[in-house]
C-alpha cells in the first residue's frame, strides 16, 4: 500500500527515518551496494521527498503501528441493519487506525489497494488511515469500531 512520507527524523544512530501519514515509520540508509539513497543525507533533498509516496508493508499486512492507544469506540451500530452494505465506504480519519470488531453475524471487507477478507464474532481487522474500506455486511450483524491513535 502507497502511503506518502510525512516527516523524517533520526533514530539513537544517527539513521534517518521516514515517518508515514499511517503512523508507521521506515528506515532510509544510505549504504553503497545495499541502499543507494544518498537524498537522505542532504537535508534538502529529504526535505524535497515529504509527501512523496512509497510502499508500506506494514499497512498491507494489518499491522497497526506501535504506541497507538484506544481512544474511542463507535457503535456497537444496530443488529437490524437495513443494507447489506452497513457502512458502503468507511474511511478513518488522518492519524487514527481503525479496528472493526465483530460483535454477531459477519461481515467482508476490502481494504482499498490492499488486503480483504472476512470477519465473524470476535475477530478485528485494523483499517489504515485516510484509506477507503468497502464493507458489506449480513442482516444479523452487530458491529463496533475502535478508534486507536497517539496518546
Partial sequence: MKRSIASFHQ????????????????????????ENRPW???ETQRAARVGTHVECAA????????GL??????????????SPKLFAAWRAPADR????VVLAGS??????????G??????????????STLIEADSETAVQVERWGRP
Fill in 40 to 42: 537522505v543525507l542532504d
Fill in 59 to 66: 499497512c498491507d499486512a494489518g499491522e497497526m503501528p506501535d
Fill in 11 to 34: 533514530d539513537e544512530y544517527g539513521d534517518w527515518v521516514a515517518d508515514f501519514d499511517c503512523l508507521h515509520s521506515q528506515h532510509m540508509r544510505h549504504r553503497p551496494l545495499l
Fill in 69 to 82: 492507544v484506544r481512544l474511542d469506540i463507535l457503535g456497537p451500530f444496530p443488529e437490524e441493519v437495513e
Fill in 118 to 131: 472476512s470477519l465473524q464474532p470476535r475477530e478485528r481487522a485494523p483499517l489504515p488511515p485516510l484509506t
Fill in 97 to 100: 487506525w481503525d479496528v472493526l
Fill in 107 to 116: 461481515l467482508r471487507f476490502e481494504v482499498e489497494g490492499s488486503r480483504s
